[in-house]
Structure formats: structure tokens, C-alpha cells
Nanobody, 125 residues
């Protein structure tokens, strides 16, 4: 069974840090583009960051640029999201996803591969 499982979410004060992990199982994802998305209550799911299979290409949403860092370890079949200088507006359920290719990476509907179940991140002011 192919799965993406996120972990590392929690409650943190504004200005704090969290590191999310997304562990893939069932097959290797070393050839896939991996991404992070988030969804706050009452809002649409939005793109956060993506990393190509090689790690050479990385792209961030403007709202997290300079604060979040995406990385991957293909040997461990895992992708990470280091989140620093967290703000209350970063509060959301964070999801990881996998897709083939680099096209339209900022559009959630274009990620037609696999999605994790999400992990809650809550930033208090």
C-alpha cells in the first residue's frame, strides 16, 4: 500500500519553529516531485513549497519564502519542511503530496499522485 505519512505538527508560539516530515512507503518516490500544501479552516488548500526529484529545483509560496525550507532524503524516502519564524497565519493542516514532473506545481488540483492525511500546525500569538 502506497502511503505518505506526515508528522511533526503541533502547537508553537509565534516566532517559534517546527520541522515537518513526510515519510513515503509502498514504493520509492525518488523520481517524484514532492510538495507541501496547507489548508486553514474555511479556506482553500494552498501551495507552500515543492522540491524536484533531484532537489535541484525548489519553489516556495511568497508567504513562506525566507522562513520555510523544503528538503528531501531520497535514501529515506522522506521529505521535510523546516518552518521558522512561524506566524499565527501559518496555522493550518499541512499536507505532503507527490507528483510526476514540475509543471503547475503551485496548483493543488494538478497534484494527481498521492496525498498524506495531514498534520495540524497551530501557531499562537
Amino acid at each position: 500500500q502506497v502511503q505518505l505519512v506526515e508528522s511533526g505538527g503541533g502547537l508553537v508560539q509565534a516566532g517559534g519553529s517546527l520541522r515537518l516530515s513526510c515519510a513515503a512507503s509502498g514504493r520509492t518516490f525518488s523520481g517524484d516531485t514532492m510538495g507541501w500544501f496547507r489548508q486553514a479552516p474555511g479556506k482553500d488548500r494552498e501551495f507552500v513549497a515543492a522540491i524536484s526529484w533531484s532537489g535541484y529545483n525548489i519553489y516556495y509560496a511568497d508567504s513562506v519564502k525566507g522562513r520555510f525550507t523544503i528538503s528531501r532524503d531520497n535514501d529515506k524516502n522522506t521529505v521535510y519542511l523546516q518552518m521558522n519564524s512561524l506566524k499565527p497565519e501559518d496555522t493550518a493542516v499541512y499536507y505532503c503530496a507527490a507528483k510526476f514532473g514540475w509543471e503547475n506545481i503551485a496548483t493543488p488540483g494538478e497534484w494527481n499522485g498521492y496525498w498524506g492525511q495531514g498534520t495540524q500546525v497551530t501557531v499562537s500569538s
